[in-house]
């Protein structure tokens, strides 16, 4: 069985049996791969963004796509704008180049706390994670429950490489974001991301002013970078 083939059956089987299922989409490629396979099948799981308020307009073009692609509507969750406005009033809008803690606050008011409102009510959570993203990444299980949201998460892509990935794209004429074109490998806030060079791994290029081991939002990892699950038996 292809690794395709693979993917498509458990995403085929998380939507049977763990209704309702949603995917949270950065609209990375590899999240892309994962809403072509959804979108394809016509299977009932919701894809959600997490509209952080400084995404590249590359990246927003995304979503007016898929919808005139696959037929889907994504649901965008936003920061609460009380948080947002009283952090800018305290440290500056772009304070989290100044300490990593600071950086921190900034992704959970703009990211973890809008995926906890994201996952209210549902029954599993699907990612674009792989293992060959960072070395932080590389035990992730395609199956696992979640601590933190309290409710099986799955990575269908777990395995893959990035050139099966834009492999996948390539036959399938799936939607992607230009930027990866001009160098990005990992697309994040604007502020945040930038190209990598040869020799870099994937995400490089994200909060590149820090330390690599502080390379994560808190989404997937606790503050202190461990992932924030437990692998099922």
Known sequence: MTRENQARDLLARVA????????????????????????????????????????HGDTLDLVGRIEQRYGIALRAYRPQAQAVNQYTMRFGRDAFYESEELRRQCCAIRKVEPLKRALAGKQAWISGMRREQSAARSDIAVEEFDQAHGLKKFNPLADWSEAEVWDHIGRHEVPYNPLYDQGYRSIGCAPCTRPVVAGEDARAGRWWWEVRSASECGIHFSPDGKLVREETA
């Open 16 to 55: 049977r049996n763990h209704h309702p299922a949603a995917l949270a989409s950065s609209l990375s490629a590899e999240d892309m791969v994962l809403t072509d396979l959804i979108g394809r099948e016509r299977l009932p799981v919701e894809i959600f963004m997490l509209d952080t308020g400084r995404l």
